[in-house]
């Protein structure tokens, strides 16, 4: 059993940045590939990045790419997403979630455990 926190959503003026985070608990972190995904209001959940086990490995949706970063600690129990260059069409809650095979998956459906997920608001 995996429990995710997600922290570090807010509002956030468009061309600003903020970093999220989703602790874990349990001492199998490490084994899980872990992704973040996120949801705007009347729209289906969307895949924005995935890290692999041991962090060597991610993917990132099109329009993230060069903006956003992930990154892992596995010693901390811990996955980021740094989010750069935020625009309004980021708005959305923002969710992580766990994947026991190795690599990351941009399917929801390839994740067992997920978070509450952290509101991020990109508004002047």
């Known amino acids: 059993q995996v429990q995710l926190v997600e922290s570090g959503g807010g509002l956030v003026q468009p061309g600003g940045s903020l970093k999220l985070s989703c602790a874990a608990s349990?001492?199998?972190?490490?084994?899980?590939?872990m992704g973040w995904f996120r949801q705007a209001p009347g729209k289906e959940r969307e895949f924005v990045a995935a890290?692999?086990?041991?962090?060597?490995?991610?993917s990132y949706v099109n329009s993230v790419k060069g903006r956003f970063t992930i990154s892992r600690d596995n010693a901390k129990n811990t996955v980021y997403l740094q989010s750069n260059r935020l625009k309004p069409e980021d708005t959305a809650v923002y969710y992580c979630?766990?994947?026991?095979?190795?690599?990351?998956?941009?399917?929801?459906?390839?994740?067992?455990?997920w978070g509450q997920g952290t509101q991020v608001t990109v508004s002047s």
């Open positions: 349990g001492r199998t972190f490490g084994s899980y590939a």
């Open positions: 979630a766990a994947s026991p095979y190795d690599s990351g998956s941009r399917y929801p459906n390839q994740y067992s455990y």
């Open positions: 890290i692999s086990t041991s962090g060597e490995t991610t």
